[in-house]
């Protein structure tokens, strides 16, 4: 009896079994199948591939618009700090106590510094320069290639790393350390403009201290040379000294002493956005620091290019 129950209702024993009459036992779903399979792994790579492609461009597209920011940002610092700086002198208003400050701090942290990296730059520059020259037999010219190497390159690339290094990060932290202590929120909220109060004093010093440390750095360097030709390369005073005089002129100095200024204050500057941008306690702080050192130097290097490029074409070396 049973089993003619069960051949007249079969749809009540699938049903028992917890399976669909429609679908056999053992059967795989559609969703299982080799063909779906394949298809479906195909549209979650057509979806994965614009997420794919979506994120570098964001992240490109959003590294970009901060860059802008900060640039923008800093530009409007260098007007406003120098429209501040002319003004206070004009009306006789310049806080030169805190300028001379700044200034005699700015010279403690980069004298010593200047005294050794020049020297083993003037050294590596004779050395290079007096073994390639010897071996074509123009050795009495040493002078001129040691001496212009220095003048031209050497003096203001070493004046603003160390401004940069030693000077723009110390910058970066004291005004990074004001940031965080809310004093300059302070300044703000009693009327005190923090770039006029804070950031002129450090551009005047700058502008005042970056030409001495060039020319000491251009001293330093080119005796460092001078030494070596005349000790260890069998060079003589007088021929170094007037390959020197003949090549060198005032122009040299004076290129590299702008540049020098110039790269002070782009140096200077940057510390002191970074400083009074700083946020997030002490993190923010060496934050600041290393963004100083790392734009300051990049910086440096990209428009020190610029100029060489452009000096080269406009103002080349001749025999004087």
């Not at 003619?4 to 699938?14: C, F, T």
């Amino acid at each position: 009896m049973s089993q003619i129950a069960a051949e007249a209702h079969p749809e009540s024993v699938a049903d028992d079994w917890g399976q669909s009459p429609d679908v056999e036992y053992g059967s795989k779903s559609t969703v299982d199948s080799p063909d779906s399979s394949g298809s479906g792994g195909g549209f979650q790579l057509l979806d994965r591939a614009p997420r794919l492609v979506r994120r570098p461009v964001e992240y490109v597209v959003s590294q970009t618009d901060s860059m802008l920011k900060t640039l923008g940002r800093y530009v409007d610092l260098v007007a406003q700090s120098f429209a501040f700086l002319v003004s206070d002198i004009v009306r006789l208003r310049h806080p030169w106590q805190d300028t001379v400050i700044q200034s005699w701090f700015i010279l403690t942290v980069t004298v010593v510094p200047a005294i050794l990296v020049s020297i083993p730059f003037g050294v590596i520059v004779a050395v290079q320069a007096g073994s390639i020259i010897s071996q074509v037999g123009a050795s009495s010219i040493s002078g001129a290639a040691g001496g212009l190497g220095v003048i031209q390159q050497g003096a203001p690339i070493v004046a603003a790393l160390l401004l940069g290094g030693a000077a723009g990060s110390a910058v970066a932290t004291d005004l990074g350390a004001r940031s965080i202590r809310e004093e300059v929120d302070a300044m703000r909220v009693m009327g005190v403009n923090p770039i006029q109060r804070l950031v002129t004093p450090r551009l005047a010093a700058i502008l005042f201290v970056s030409p001495l440390l060039c020319i000491f750095i251009i001293f330093v360097g080119i005796f460092a040379g001078y030494l070596v030709n005349v000790g260890f390369q069998g060079g003589t005073p007088g021929s170094y000294l007037s390959s020197f005089a003949a090549f060198a002129n005032v122009n040299d100095v004076t290129v590299a002493v702008l540049k020098t200024w110039l790269f002070g204050v782009v140096v200077i500057l940057v510390a002191c956005q970074r400083g009074l941008e700083a946020k997030g306690g002490a993190r923010g702080v060496a934050d600041a620091v290393n963004a100083t050192v790392v734009i300051g130097v990049v910086t440096v290097m990209v428009l020190n290019t610029v100029i060489t490029q452009i000096v080269a074409m406009f103002m080349p070396s001749k025999v004087g």
